[in-house]
């Protein structure tokens, strides 16, 4: 099929690229997936550098995609927490290699970096 016939996608992890790898959310979804459950507050502080508004909209777009669990809690004051599903535990095996490839090859593309900014292009 020709992609631009509507056919099938030119590259078939776009989704998951755009699923997973939108801004901040492997920093949410590693915290989560480090530190447990977790209330709004802690997981802020515990991401870091992110605002409160930015925040609740990745969450609200993890959670619609299954990846992140959010519970409220029905008291006074009301407490909501959050917490990795199944679904977003799944892509531990990802970020895992994805961990072995940045230990691995990081040094290879700072100094693939040096040489380029260092050669004036």
Request: include cysteine; aromatic fraction near 8%.
């Amino acid at each position: 099929m020709d992609v631009q016939d509507g056919g099938a996608q030119a590259c078939p992890i776009t989704p998951v690229l755009d699923i997973v790898f939108s801004r901040w959310t492997t920093p949410i979804l590693w915290t989560l997936n480090r530190f447990g459950r977790q209330r709004f507050v802690e997981l802020n502080r515990n991401v870091g550098g992110i605002t409160a508004k930015v925040l609740t909209q990745r969450l609200r777009q993890l959670e619609r995609d299954g990846l992140v669990v959010r519970t409220y809690h029905p008291e006074v004051p009301p407490r909501v927490e959050y917490e990795i599903s199944e679904l977003g535990l799944s892509l531990a095996p990802l970020f895992a290699a994805l961990t072995d490839w940045s230990a691995e090859h990081l040094p290879e593309v700072e100094r693939a970096r040096t040489a380029f900014d260092t050669a004036g292009a």
